[in-house]
């Protein structure tokens, strides 16, 4: 029997949202779908609140065959200090580290000798070769989209090609984790109508190129058919007393046609979902009948990620947005009674002044509900970081300690002070719009929030 423990590496913060670890938990759902003989546990740090070392001491108690590690980039000490402490009990178990982190910075990762391998990109196909390989006490370092350590430093195999066939795909293993444990946490898009929630991601990859992405699904967007998607929301409504999800996809509505089918089977089927898109939907490709499907399946909040109003940083970081569109659409999504959210960066390496004031105030001028703003933060491994060493900046190489939430480097023309200021400066004229105040009091779909809200609003506004 093959026993796989897997750790999501993470801690909490005043300003991250959580939700249910769906790389781990697909992962996991296709090994069960193809080794019989298999056991497999997840430990989520952040729902349980755990130190490295109580997380490390959880996984072997299972008395694993092997370990699996997964984090961001800026959970990256907790990923290396949950490594050591695993590493420091039992020295002979494999450890692997796998996710956005691993992908994009695998050789700095297998510096730390307590990993011995990293799986990058998608994880099925090759997390399963790896722990078969294992299992059978064969060599693995020509398997197939991981790295590893050699006597000559670290070394990569060639990528992986991407699953194909998103419909071979089963619902991820949502028995693994206790999902009540997240409705209680800060959620992605922090407003929600249901308690009883889960996140799906019904699509992979994307097709535009953003520097700041850490692509880990690549750029081959595949997609489940409807009548899969429909399937799994039955099943998690039936098996798991969800009413409420959120769509997480790299980008939902590529395919026009798809969304409308989704659409037409939920209302078709009386599903009486609330839905929300923290991210995922790609603001300009967005009309007004997709819009009024997507009203009508239930969808009252969606996210559109501006990042930035300059249009040529749109061009630089390749994301190549038109904002005047976006703006037109974020007109009709609050025409319809629909929340709309924003994401916005500010601190590109290079961004003057008055691109950052254009940013902030194409929030201010806009017609939407709420608004993100986050800090640049180049994270190793991504193209973004590549564009600013070569233009000279101190970038750090290391993740741990950057933090998009809170500027840490002074990569644009305005200090990383400075930079913060504009930002809480805006917030506070966003939110205290009378229309905006008027509108969020209207349309909020669950006033009880409001007060936690506010003290939310504070922290941010004024720390």
């Not at 973004?384 to 060493?389: E, G, I, P, R, S």
Request: glycine share 6%.
């Amino acid at each position: 029997m093959a026993r796989v423990v897997f750790i999501k590496a993470g801690h909490r913060s005043i300003r991250q949202h959580y939700g249910p670890p769906l790389g781990i938990l697909s992962i996991a759902s296709f090994l069960r779908d193809r080794i019989n003989d298999i056991e497999i546990k997840l430990i989520d740090m952040v729902t349980e609140n755990l130190t490295v070392e109580q997380a490390a001491k959880r996984a072997l108690e299972f008395e694993p065959d092997i370990v699996g590690l997964s984090a961001m980039s800026y959970e990256a000490r907790e990923l290396s200090g949950a490594a050591k402490e695993i590493r420091a009990a039992q020295p002979g178990l494999a450890v692997v580290a796998e996710g956005p982190h691993a992908t994009t910075a695998p050789v700095k990762v297998l510096e730390d000798k307590n990993i011995d391998y990293v799986v990058r990109g998608e994880g099925e196909l090759t997390f399963l070769e790896l722990l078969q390989r294992l299992m059978a006490g064969d060599d693995a370092h020509d398997v197939a989209g991981i790295g590893c350590r050699t006597e000559g430093g670290p070394s990569l195999s060639p990528p992986r090609e991407e699953i194909v066939d998103m419909d071979s795909l089963s619902l991820p293993a949502y028995d693994l984790i206790n999902l009540e444990t997240y409705w209680d946490l800060p959620r992605f898009g922090t407003a929600f109508i249901n308690r009883e929630y889960a996140s799906l991601t019904t699509s992979r990859a994307c097709p535009y190129h953003c520097t700041y992405c850490h692509r880990i699904f690549g750029a081959r967007y595949r997609s489940q058919s409807p009548e899969i998607v429909l399937r799994d929301l039955e099943t998690l409504k039936s098996e798991h007393g969800v009413s409420e999800v959120l769509f997480v996809d790299d980008c939902f509505n590529l395919d026009r046609k798809r969304v409308a089918a989704i659409c037409d089977g939920i209302v078709e089927r009386g599903h009486e979902f609330s839905i929300s898109f923290p991210n995922g939907l790609r603001g300009d490709l967005i009309d007004e009948e997709t819009l009024r499907k997507l009203k009508a399946a239930g969808t009252y909040r969606i996210t559109y990620a501006v990042e930035t109003a300059s249009p040529r940083l749109q061009k630089w970081v390749k994301k190549n947005l038109n904002l005047d569109k976006l703006k037109q659409v974020i007109e009709k999504t609050d025409a319809l009674e629909i929340m709309a959210d924003g994401f916005f960066m500010v601190g590109f390496p290079g961004e003057t002044r008055e691109e950052i004031e254009m940013t902030l105030d194409y929030a201010l001028n806009s017609r939407m509900h709420s608004a993100n703003f986050w800090f640049v933060t180049p994270f190793p491994g991504t193209e973004l970081h590549k564009q600013a060493v070569e233009m000279g900046l101190d970038v750090p190489d290391l993740a741990e300690g950057l933090l998009y939430s809170d500027p840490r480097t002074d990569l644009s023309e305005v200090s990383a002070g400075e930079l913060k200021k504009m930002v809480q400066r805006t917030v506070r004229r966003f939110y205290l719009n009378p229309w905006r105040l008027w509108r969020i009091l209207k349309l909020f779909p669950n006033k009880m929030q409001l007060p936690a809200l506010l003290l939310r609003f504070l922290q941010i506004a004024l720390k």
